[in-house]
C-alpha cells in the first residue's frame, strides 16, 4: 500500500515514516508539511533517523496524494479538515490521529466520508480501543452511586485538552450509562463548584515533562473504587494501529470508520 505521512516532521509524523519503512506491504510515497516549514526539502527517512528513504518533505500534497492509496494524518484539526477534502478528491483512505476536533470538524469529516474512506480515533493503539469496551461494560454493570472520573497525563508540548483518548473513554462511559457526554461532562473545577452532581463524568488534565500518554477511569463508590487504566510507553503503538486502520480500509467502501471497527472490537 502506498502511504503519505502528513505532518512528517512532528513527533507523531516521525515515528508514522518509521513504521510504514518496517511494514511489509507498505510504501512511503510522500510526505507533507506546511509551506515554510525546516523539514522541506529533506528526505523523510533521515528526518525519521532512518536511512534515506528518497521521499522528499514537500509542502503541496495533491500531486502526493495523487499516487497514494492513503495518507495518514496526526497534525492539527484545521489540517486534518483541509487534507479531508484532498483525500476525498483522491479517492484515498484517510486516518485520521489528530486530536482536539470540534462539533463542526465532524460534522464535515462525516460529510467527506460519505466519498472517501476515513478511519478517525482519538487513540489508535489496541489497548487503548479494549480499555473503552472495559469501560462500556463496567458504566452499564454499575449504578449511578458509582461516580465515574477520566483522569489523564500527557507531555509538556501537548496543546489539547481534555486528550482525545479521555473524551473517547469518557463517550464509552457514558455510551454504558444510556447518557449523552455532552450534556453530563464537567471539564473543569474551580472554586466554590457545590457538591458533584450525580451521575456527571468528570475529567481531569494533567500536563508534564515527556508523558507519552496515561489514562484512568475511575469508578468511585461508596467505600470502594474500580480503576482502569492504560499507560503508552511508546508512541510506535499509535503509529502501528494507524498503519493497520489504513491497510484495513484499503478494501473498504465510503464511510466513517472507527479503530473498533478496524480491531474488531464493536460488540465489545
Ligand atoms: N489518535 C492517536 O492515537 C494519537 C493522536 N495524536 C494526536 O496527533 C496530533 C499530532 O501530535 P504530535 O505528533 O505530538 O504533534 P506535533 O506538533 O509534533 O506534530 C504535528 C505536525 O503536523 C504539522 N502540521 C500542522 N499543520 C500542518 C499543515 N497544514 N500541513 C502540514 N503539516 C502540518 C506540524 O507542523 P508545525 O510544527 O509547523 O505546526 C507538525 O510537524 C495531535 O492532535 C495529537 O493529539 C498523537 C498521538 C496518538
Ligand atoms: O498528543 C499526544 O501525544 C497524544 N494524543 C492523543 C490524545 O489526545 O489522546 C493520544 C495519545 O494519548 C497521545
Not at 107 to 128: D, F, P, W, Y
Amino acid at each position: 500500500m502506498r502511504l503519505v505521512v502528513v505532518g512528517a516532521a512532528g513527533r507523531m509524523g516521525r515515528m508514522l515514516v518509521r513504521t510504514v519503512a518496517e511494514t511489509e506491504g507498505c510504501r512511503l510515497v510522500g510526505a507533507i508539511e506546511r509551506e515554510g516549514s525546516h523539514a522541506l526539502g529533506q528526505d523523510a527517512g533521515m528526518l525519521a533517523g532512518l536511512a534515506p528513504l528518497g521521499v522528499s518533505v514537500t509542502a503541496d500534497p495533491l500531486p502526493v496524494f495523487a499516487k497514494a492509496d492513503g495518507v495518514l494524518d496526526f497534525t492539527s484539526p484545521a489540517a486534518t479538515i483541509s487534507f479531508a477534502d484532498l483525500a476525498a478528491q483522491a479517492r484515498i483512505v484517510h486516518v485520521i490521529g489528530t486530536t482536539g476536533l470540534q462539533d463542526a470538524d465532524f460534522t464535515k469529516l462525516e460529510a467527506a466520508a460519505r466519498h472517501a474512506r476515513i478511519v478517525q480515533s482519538g487513540n489508535m493503539s489496541l489497548g487503548v480501543n479494549l480499555l473503552a469496551g472495559l469501560v462500556r461494560k463496567v458504566a452499564a454493570t454499575l449504578g449511578q452511586d458509582f461516580d465515574i472520573e477520566v483522569l489523564e497525563m500527557h507531555h509538556r508540548m501537548k496543546v489539547d485538552a481534555p486528550s482525545g483518548t479521555a473524551l473517547l473513554l469518557g463517550e464509552a462511559a457514558a455510551e454504558g450509562r444510556k447518557i449523552s457526554l455532552k450534556e453530563r461532562s464537567v471539564r473543569s473545577r474551580d472554586g466554590h463548584t457545590g457538591a458533584r452532581n450525580p451521575g456527571d463524568i468528570g475529567f481531569a488534565t494533567l500536563r508534564g515533562g515527556s508523558v507519552v500518554g496515561d489514562h484512568s477511569v475511575i469508578f468511585a463508590g461508596q467505600g470502594e473504587r474500580l480503576e482502569l487504566s492504560h499507560r503508552a510507553e511508546d508512541r510506535s503503538i499509535f503509529a502501528r494501529g494507524a498503519v493497520k486502520a489504513a491497510l484495513w480500509g484499503f478494501d473498504k467502501k465510503p464511510g466513517y470508520y472507527t479503530m473498533a471497527d478496524v480491531l474488531g472490537l464493536k460488540d465489545l
